[in-house]
């Protein structure tokens, strides 16, 4: 049996549309779900705080990775490669926790 897709009407409040900037991610997993907390690390600054925590299934994480690898390609198709500074060792920002 065949699912009809089904639209979706998403409502944006004022609050969320100004969004979160964030130049840091920290990912920790069970075996039922993912957090992704997000904060921003302002030069010269040792501290930082979380600005907003999501939760997800490793399912949905798995859709997320995959729909961003999607986007990712259009924007680099439409705009040219992002480039990545510096080493990822020594880089502070979005990386796996080991």
């Known amino acids: 049996m065949q699912m009809k897709p ?8 004022e609050k969320e549309s100004e969004g979160v900037y964030s130049n840091m ?10 957090v992704l907390d997000f904060a921003r690390v302002v030069p010269g600054a040792n501290k930082t705080k979380v600005y907003s925590r999501i939760i997800m299934t490793p399912a949905h ?10 986007n990712l390609k ?11 500074p510096g080493s990822p060792e020594k880089s502070i920002g979005f990386q796996a926790q080991k």
């Open 6 to 13: 089904q639209q979706l009407n998403v409502e944006l409040g």
């Open 25 to 34: 991610v920290l990912i920790a997993q069970s075996p039922h779900e993912i």
């Open 61 to 70: 994480a798995k859709l997320l990775l995959k729909a961003l690898g999607e």
């Open 74 to 84: 259009k924007f680099e198709e439409q705009y040219g490669e992002i480039k990545l």
